[in-house]
């Protein structure tokens, strides 16, 4: 039991390491920013390219700082009340800034 434990946590610290650890990971042959990760995370929900889905609105043709002020007032529970407040609350300002970077390189 006690090295099931053991296991389980180290298991959690290397994830947790790996999140945290840097602003690149290794994917294939390349790497993919830390604001290309987040980024990742919201377009589950507003759909590939960030071109919206369904009651979704597009994140694509947005202004970086427009994004990043937006994504802050969700977490501090200003914004319209959503999800959003949920899912931006786990960011730092640098994360938000690198993904709002990231989102608005995208096509519109």
């Given at each position: 039991?006690?090295?099931?434990?053991?296991?389980?946590?180290?298991?959690?610290?290397?994830?947790?390491?790996?999140?945290?650890?840097?602003?690149?990971?290794?994917?294939?042959?390349?790497?993919?920013?830390?604001?290309?990760?987040?980024?990742?995370?919201?377009l589950?929900?507003?759909?590939?390219?960030?071109?919206?889905a369904?009651?979704?609105?597009?994140?694509?043709?947005?202004?970086?700082?427009?994004?990043?002020?937006v994504?802050?007032?969700?977490?501090?529970?200003?914004?319209?009340?959503?999800?959003?407040?949920?899912?931006?609350?786990?960011?730092?300002?640098?994360?938000?800034?690198?993904?709002a970077?990231?989102?608005?390189?995208?096509?519109?």
């Amino acid at each position: 039991m006690q090295q099931l434990a053991r296991r389980a946590l180290l298991g959690g610290a290397v994830t947790l390491g790996l999140v945290l650890g840097g602003s690149t990971a290794a994917a294939g042959d390349g790497a993919i920013s830390e604001g290309e990760m987040i980024a990742n995370s919201c377009l589950a929900c507003h759909g590939p390219g960030g071109q919206g889905a369904e009651s979704m609105p597009p994140l694509a043709g947005w202004d970086e700082e427009a994004l990043v002020e937006v994504m802050k007032e969700f977490r501090e529970g200003r914004g319209d009340p959503t999800v959003m407040d949920r899912h931006a609350t786990g960011y730092t300002d640098e994360q938000l800034r690198a993904a709002a970077a990231y989102i608005a390189e995208m096509d519109q």
